[in-house]
């Protein structure tokens, strides 16, 4: 998520130039269907092609908005909106490596639905999390700060890539760090190169991935998208270890 927002501006920008050349170098055909319908109907909705009644500061997401103005189009759409073609093409990218290990597996329409439902979750655990420091720091600007991006979202499918991984090492900012520390590593350095980024939101996300991966909840959603699909979800074998435990 980011918190800078501004009005869409329709045409062609360098980062979704980057993303197009990105999406053909690694094969538009080995991109799975819902991951690339996503990553699709977010470049057509920022450059406007998708005509919709709103710009993108008009439904990023606050604490405020939600829990005062129960601005329930905010809750939703906020994390398919993004600030800025950059962050557009760095969150797409993203997308293309997670959606394309997770969607093979848990089967495409099984993953459309746990994209709709962590999108939900991120976007309750941001007001949550706003309201909550706003409680315990006195700070009212955590109440009514705004945020945009798909990042939250990219966080959770992060937690839920590392849950399916073996334990391995990964590459955050030129350091190995072990699986189970690394999107904790990227959530901080991210917040420290990027100041603009949403920490909350990212935390958000973070947290929204420990509670499918690490909890009985997950288990729940798992069973509900299987009722509805009829097909189940299948996991790794590590993927059931670790939520068999409350720690990574």
């Avoid at 976007?123 to 720091?137: A, D, E, K, N, R």
């Avoid at 009514?144 to 990964?170: P, Q, Y």
């Avoid at 760090?177 to 991210?190: D, G, N, T």
């Avoid at 420990?210 to 798992?222: E, K, L, T």
């Amino acid at each position: 998520m980011s918190r800078n927002v501004r009005r869409r501006q329709p045409g062609l920008e360098y980062g979704l130039y980057l993303l197009g050349m990105q999406a053909v170098n690694y094969g538009v055909d080995k991109i799975p269907p819902v991951t690339l319908l996503a990553i699709i109907g977010q470049a057509l909705l920022y450059t406007g092609l998708i005509q919709v009644p709103w710009n993108s500061e008009d439904v990023c997401i606050s604490a405020v908005k939600v829990l005062k103005y129960k601005d329930w189009r905010s809750f939703i759409i906020s994390n398919f909106e993004h600030g800025s073609d950059m962050h557009l093409y760095y969150n797409m990218v993203s997308l293309i490596f997670k959606g394309s290990y997770l969607e093979p597996m848990y089967s495409t329409a099984n993953f459309g639905i746990l994209l709709g439902v962590l999108s939900l979750g991120c976007s309750g655990m941001y007001v949550f999390l706003s309201w909550l420091l706003m409680q315990i720091t006195a700070d009212y600007s955590y109440y009514t700060t705004c945020a945009i991006g798909f990042s939250a979202v990219l966080f959770a499918l992060k937690v839920i890539v590392v849950c399916e991984e073996r334990d391995r090492l990964h590459n955050v900012g030129g350091f190995r760090v072990p699986s189970k520390y690394a999107v904790w590593a990227e959530l901080v350095l991210i917040h420290v190169l990027v100041p603009n980024a949403s920490f909350v939101g990212h935390l958000g996300g973070i947290l929204v991935g420990c509670i499918y991966c690490y909890s009985f909840v997950g288990a729940i959603i798992d069973s509900k998208i299987n009722m509805i699909t009829g097909k189940p979800i299948i996991h790794e074998e590590a993927f059931y270890r670790r939520r068999s435990s409350l720690f990574f």
